[in-house]
């Protein structure tokens, strides 16, 4: 079982930068990969970022490429999302998950198996 709760969302000026973090309870954090989605208002969720279980490798939404990074420190059992030069488009209910799937899946899979309640992100103009 894994159980994950995002924090670090908030109200913030577009250009702006925002961290979130998700902290991950459960061993098989440990081997699986975690990533982010998000979901705007009347949007369909979307696919956001993702890293492998060791941390190597990343994938990203054409959307956020350069201005978001996608982290994870093992030790302390979190993945982070660091989002720079933030768009009012960037306006959105942002979701962790976990899933053993490949990183190169997730863009494509709506029904991950793990995911958190979600923390909100205002970017105003």
């Known amino acids: 079982q894994v159980l994950l709760v995002e924090s670090g969302g908030g109200l913030v000026q577009a250009g702006g930068s925002l961290r979130l973090s998700c902290a991950a309870s459960?061993?098989?954090?440990?081997?699986?990969?975690m990533g982010w989605f998000r979901q705007a208002p009347g949007k369909e969720r979307e696919f956001v970022a993702a890293?492998?279980?060791?941390?190597?490798?990343?994938l990203y939404a054409d959307s956020v490429k350069g201005r978001f990074t996608v982290s994870r420190d093992i030790a302390k059992n979190t993945v982070y999302l660091q989002m720079n030069s933030l768009k009012p488009e960037d306006t959105a209910v942002y979701y962790c998950?976990?899933?053993?799937?490949?990183?190169?899946?997730?863009?494509?899979?709506?029904?991950?198996?793990?995911w958190g309640q979600g923390t909100q992100v205002i970017v105003s103009s």
């Open positions: 998950a976990a899933d053993p799937a490949p990183t190169t899946d997730w863009p494509l899979i709506n029904n991950l198996r793990f």
């Open positions: 890293i492998n279980w060791s941390g190597e490798s990343t």
């Open positions: 459960g061993r098989t954090f440990m081997s699986y990969p």
